[in-house]
């Protein structure tokens, strides 16, 4: 055991020794001379050893072991300057000086300001890396030997610390504005530039990265770094990063992340880190080729302020980012507050894939996966889009704040406030779009739940799809803010549901529903349906309204008629409901039409049928049609198209009438037939031609009883009239610009059973004026009538000329004995009809023969005042006074006229009306002194009873 003593007892001198002599050399680097002898021989060593100039002001020790350099100046050996050092200390492994190794375990460096540079492949600070590092091939000098320098396991701390590295090569460059920097560096290799610190703590720091290259990365001359953080934190300080497609800046108020990497290299830049903790940050990320939207939010240019996430697996390489947010809320620039935000994130400049988001921001909730694809330079700005969602709501304004801002969308901000809720899948693009159980709901009541796909929307000739719409509802209300101003006419509401489907343009219809009111103004609730429709077939070339074509069944059409109030003249009265059935087939340039047309009104239902072509119906002013039309009308149809005065003061039409004929032509130049069927009341058949506003006619009537066709008193005994009218023309305003030509003949016409013939009319009317002429040839009635008037003035006007031929009265049933007369009748009338006229009537070269009894008494004055209850007639002559007053019905004209015959020739009633009638008058002769009386029977009063007479005697 002996033998060992000794060297042992050697080694643990020699070791005291050492350790003596090193405690000697700190203690002498403590004193002030020792550290001025040894600066200049510190510096003249790094000089030669860096072969460059170099300042050092002063070396020292920092307590307890740290080798100190002060003032630091190092230039390259081109004369830049390199570094520049408020203080540097070092704690370096003494040991390890003699192996010739430089293993530094704390470096401290302070107010230092460093510039890195490479340009043609070579840095400035390559002449560092020769003198402290060595190759295996490479030969050690001979003399000194080469120290190498090692950082593993190093702990660094920088305060007011500059650093810029810039590659002229690469353009590329990375600047850090260091305030305070804790780092326990791991593993260290300084000739690839990689480093692993196991503790990172940054403070009050900026650290900017740019790559401004525009060629693909030449790997022989790229930068490679790499840096791998096991734990950082990171506070109150901005990380930029920047390239020629995009810009991304990060001032973190807070932050703590774990295995933190970056990675430079040929393929370009790489960051990632499994977990990420931001507090009150602010992010900010940008295209370049990016369109600024104030207000609208842009995944190419978003802004997010007062930041809290908590982030995982976060990976960025080049322009893309991967991560995971487990929670995240923060404001953005276009004015989305995000209370909630969690998800998987993948972006890139082509796509945002999002997966299992949960999103709550201002009143918006969206859950599901979205995947956007954006198209490239000149290609619409989203190309492709794959959206899975979950129960999702919110309002408006929301969703107009994640478009892109566009002129077309203002009026959608008035519908801000309006809530939405959605949940199913959408795909597709700009041309393509695929809904799966799609079940979307606007406002209160509009709603659309669907599946299905439309192809080519963009391009009509090539759509096509399969939609299968289980329910649509449009509500008007929903849509009140937006359509204030606008005069649209739109529904109350519409429901449909059914089937679209098709390909290269054609789509095949089967859809039914209902809709509501249509109106321009109001914003009426929903109250009920006022209109119904189930329409299948096929729709085809729909490239342009030139090349579609109809194949459509309209199984049902009805609608009530106040749907269409703002569509026709108030003139015209709308049917309680009307329907239509049938067939639609061929273009809008020739359409075929087979309808079933109904209408309702105050309980009575009129039928029409329609059969024929349609042309030009997409010109107005050329629309065209070859129709044939048949049916069963009700005197309530025609009340639309005849005004009311006419229909019910002239016009007695039966309740139910036929129509049949045919129309061809177009609206102002057409050529067409009508048969009116008025049961047993006869029929009336027109033929007639209109251009422009010129127009022919030939009228045809057959037995029509006009006393039961006419509303006014002076025809009801008027059984039966054939006539054949001939009526050319030219305007259709009578009382201004009409022109017109009358021409046929009365062929048989029955009055209070006596039958007449072959009577000829003819008549012209100019511009409010007319006349008309009337010849009969028959015996009983030889007459020749001249009428003149005006229609243009307050109450018609008409003036008349007559001259009867020796007329039979007893034929005509005024009187009981054989009688004629013979005379000239002028005269003048004005008013609207029988029951409401005033007329003066003068008669000329009378000549009555009454039995064997004949007078010719001059000139006769008739003067009539009838005014309905109000009735009056004075008659004047040489040889008759009369006065007639109060309520009398002149359809009892031949029994005056018989009365007063009696009176005036026999002393005795000819043919004596029925005294008990009444409404007839009686007749009282009482000759004393050459007079008589006419009386008057009044009519009942409302008791039943007689009224007063009232009578006059002459």
Not at 190 to 219: C, G
Request: hydrophobic share 40%; charged share 25%; net charge negative.
């Amino acid at each position: 055991m002996s033998r060992f003593r000794r060297p042992f007892k050697i080694l643990l001198i020699s070791l005291a020794a050492l350790l003596l002599l090193v405690a000697l050399l700190l203690f002498a680097l403590h004193q002030p001379a020792t550290q001025r002898w040894l600066t200049p021989k510190l510096e003249d060593w790094l000089a030669q050893k860096l072969k460059t100039e170099l300042h050092i002001g002063g070396v020292g020790v920092r307590f307890p072991k740290m080798l100190e350099i002060k003032d630091l100046q190092l230039k390259t050996p081109e004369g830049d300057s390199l570094m520049q050092v408020g203080s540097l200390a070092v704690d370096l492994d003494m040991w390890a000086l003699l192996d010739q190794q430089v293993v530094l375990q704390k470096i401290v460096l302070e107010n230092a300001d460093v510039r890195l540079f490479q340009k043609d492949g070579k840095a400035n600070f390559d002449f560092i890396l020769d003198a402290f590092t060595t190759t295996e091939t490479a030969p050690k000098p001979e003399s000194s030997g080469g120290f190498q320098l090692q950082l593993d396991g190093a702990s660094l701390e920088l305060k007011q610390v500059n650093f810029t590295w810039e590659d002229a090569d690469n353009q590329q460059f990375i600047g850090a504005r260091v305030g305070d920097l804790e780092l326990k560096l791991k593993e260290v290799d300084l000739v690839q530039l990689r480093f692993e610190a196991a503790d990172f703590n940054l403070t009050d720091s900026k650290i900017t990265y740019r790559d401004r290259s525009t060629a693909s990365p030449d790997s022989s001359a790229a930068t490679v770094f790499g840096l791998l953080l096991r734990n950082a934190s990171i506070e109150n300080s901005q990380i930029s990063y920047e390239t020629n497609d995009l810009k991304f800046d990060a001032s973190l108020q807070k932050t703590a992340l774990t295995d933190f990497a970056l990675n430079l290299d040929e393929q370009g830049v790489k960051l990632s880190a499994p977990n990420i903790e931001l507090e009150n940050s602010d992010l900010a990320l940008r295209q370049a080729k990016s369109t600024p939207t104030p207000g609208s939010f842009n995944a190419a240019d978003f802004d997010w302020r007062k930041l809290n996430a908590q982030i995982s697996d976060f990976k960025m390489e080049n322009d893309s980012i991967q991560l995971k947010v487990e929670q995240l809320s923060g404001e953005e620039k276009s004015g989305i507050a995000i209370q909630k935000l969690s998800g998987e994130l993948a972006y890139s400049p082509a796509a945002l894939d999002v997966k299992k988001l949960d999103f709550q921001a201002n009143t918006t909730s969206l859950k599901g996966d979205f995947n956007l694809q954006f198209g490239q330079e000149g290609q619409p700005p989203l190309s492709n889009f794959t959206v899975k969602l979950g129960d999702s709501e919110g309002k408006l304004g929301d969703l107009l704040r994640f478009l892109p801002t566009d002129p077309s969308l203002a009026d959608l901000e008035k519908m801000k406030d309006t809530r939405w809720a959605i949940k199913g899948g959408l795909q597709g693009d700009m041309k393509n779009l695929k809904a799966t159980n799609l079940d979307f709901s606007f406002g209160k009541y509009t709603y659309l739940r669907c599946n299905g796909n439309l192809t080519q929307i963009a391009d009509l000739q090539r759509i096509g799809g399969n939609l299968q719409i289980t329910a649509l509802q449009f509500d008007k209300d929903d849509f009140t803010p937006f359509l204030k101003g606008k005069n649209w006419m739109l529904p109350a509401y519409a429901k449909l549901a059914g089937s679209v489907n098709g390909q290269s343009g054609t789509l095949n219809l089967d859809v039914k529903g209902s809709v509501g009111n249509l109106d321009s103004l109001a914003f009426a609730p929903v109250k009920s349906d006022t209109a119904y429709f189930d329409i299948g077939g096929k729709l085809s070339g729909l490239a342009s309204t030139k090349s579609m074509r109809f194949d459509l069944d309209l199984r049902r059409l009805e609608a009530r008629g106040e749907q269409f109030a703002d569509f026709v003249p108030n003139s015209i009265q709308l049917p309680d409901w009307m329907s239509a059935t049938g067939k639609l087939k061929g273009s809008l340039a020739d359409l075929n039409a087979d309808l079933k047309l109904t209408s309702q009104r105050d309980g009575k239902t009129s039928n029409l049928a329609l059969v024929g072509d349609l042309f030009h119906l997409d010109q107005p002013d050329n629309l065209g049609f070859d129709m044939a039309y048949s049916g069963s009308l009700t005197k309530q149809e025609l009340s639309a198209f005849v005004p009311d005065s006419v229909l019910n003061q002239y016009l007695d039409l039966p309740a139910n009438f036929t129509v049949e004929g045919k129309a061809t032509g177009k609206p102002t130049d057409l050529v067409g037939n009508l048969l009116l069927g008025l049961g047993e009341r006869g029929s009336l058949k027109v033929d007639g031609s209109l251009a422009g506003e010129k127009y022919k006619a030939s009228i045809v009537g057959n037995a029509l009883k006009i006393n039961e066709l006419t509303a006014d008193s002076l025809v009801p005994q008027l059984e039966n009239l054939s006539l054949n009218l001939q009526v050319e023309g030219d305007g259709f305003d009578v009382e201004k610009t009409a022109k017109a030509k009358l021409s046929g003949q009365i062929q048989a016409l029955t009055w209070e059973g006596k039958s007449f013939e072959d009577i000829s009319l003819s008549g012209n009317l100019n511009a409010g004026n007319f006349d008309l002429n009337l010849n009969s040839p028959e015996p009983k009635l030889n007459l020749v009538l001249s009428a003149n008037g005006k229609l243009n003035g307050p109450l018609p006007i008409l003036n008349w000329t007559a001259y009867l031929n020796c007329i039979d009265l007893k034929a005509l049933g005024f009187s009981a004995t054989t009688a004629t007369a013979c005379f000239k009748m002028d005269g003048f009338a004005k008013g609207n009809s029988l029951d409401t006229l005033d007329a003066q009537i003068t008669l000329d070269a009378i000549d009555i023969q009454y039995d064997t009894l004949r007078l010719k008494p001059k000139k006769t004055t008739v003067i009539a005042a009838l005014h309905n209850d109000d009735n009056e007639v004075v008659v004047t002559s040489e040889w008759l006074n009369a006065e007639l007053k109060g309520h009398f019905d002149l359809t009892q004209l031949p029994q005056w006229a018989d009365g007063i015959c009696a009176a005036l020739f026999q002393n005795k009633c000819c043919k004596c009306p029925n005294a008990g009638h009444p409404q007839r008058p009686a007749f009282h002769q009482n000759f004393r002194d050459g007079t008589f009386a006419l009386h008057q029977r009044p009519r009942a009063g409302p008791d039943g009873l007689g009224g007063t007479e009232t009578g006059r005697r002459f």
